[in-house]
């Protein structure tokens, strides 16, 4: 499968648990919503996915890309240690200027 490099940027730091990298691939004041919560802006990101990455230890594998007119959406398989693991996950993506400004999980 053929990834824009954000994408790819995205799984290996989420695979490495690499909560730095990850909140490096989002704008200063980025959103995101996850498990019915806003995190918003760079430091709030980092801090919950370093909360995410202690807890479920969670990994992605790549199934499918498509880019639309208001955004992209990335789906993965995603496992860890979460009850229903693994699971299949929507990653609803708005850049701008080359990094996430908003990014929505959804099953």
């Known amino acids: 499968m053929n990834?824009?490099?954000f994408i790819t940027d995205f799984i290996e730091a989420q695979n490495n648990h690499d909560a730095v990298a990850y909140s490096s691939l989002f704008s200063e004041n980025a959103e995101v919503f996850d498990e019915g919560k806003n995190h918003i802006g760079r430091a709030a990101i980092q801090k919950w996915i370093e909360n995410s990455n202690q807890q479920y230890q969670a990994?992605?594998?790549p199934i499918s890309y498509k880019e639309g007119e208001k955004g992209s959406?990335?789906?993965?398989?995603?496992s860890g240690t979460f009850p229903g693991s693994p699971a299949i996950l929507n990653f609803n993506?708005?850049?701008?200027q080359g990094l996430i400004q908003s990014l929505k999980i959804t099953g």
């Open 73 to 78: 959406v990335f789906t993965a398989q995603i």
């Open 59 to 61: 990994t992605l594998k």
């Open 93 to 96: 993506l708005v850049l701008q």
């Open 3 to 5: 990834l824009p490099k």
